[in-house]
């Protein structure tokens, strides 16, 4: 027989495939290499190298989440101080209404002097008299 480009039907590569086999009915196996030391270890440091980035990375992102939650705070909280200080400084204007004073006064039974002199008396000594300006 002859063969002119297919080596895989030669027959003497078929004698020769089964004389080295050990079992005839046993198809013969592909030792695969396996993966050098040094090329693990890359591996594994290439893999390390990634997670601990991706850590870095989460752990800043974090840090920022709660950094911008701290303005928030204190932006909320700077609004409400603004706001009672407005609220309180338009109570202060009310309470200083030169009428409402007046109501308070003569609700307490104070009366106004209308001219009359005001007269003071130390428990000793001479008295001292001054007119309402």
């Known amino acids: 027989m002859q063969y002119y480009g297919n ?3 030669r027959e003497e590569r078929k004698k020769a495939e089964t004389a080295n086999r050990r079992n005839p009915q046993q198809a013969p196996r ?6 050098p030391v040094g090329e693990k270890l890359l591996y594994l440091l290439a893999v390390l190298v ?3 980035v991706a850590s870095l990375v989460v752990y800043r992102y974090a840090e920022l989440y709660q950094l911008n939650r701290e303005i928030q705070t204190t932006s909320d909280q700077y609004d409400q101080a603004v706001e009672q200080s407005k609220e309180l400084q338009r109570e202060v204007e009310r309470l200083k209404d030169p009428g409402r004073i007046k109501e308070m006064a003569t609700k307490y039974g104070l009366q106004p002097l209308d001219g ?3 007269t003071l008396t130390p428990p000793s000594g001479p008295s001292a008299e001054t007119t309402k300006p």
């Open 116 to 118: 009359q002199p005001i």
């Open 30 to 35: 592909n030792r695969r290499r396996g993966i």
């Open 7 to 9: 080596l895989a039907l």
């Open 50 to 52: 990634f997670v601990a």
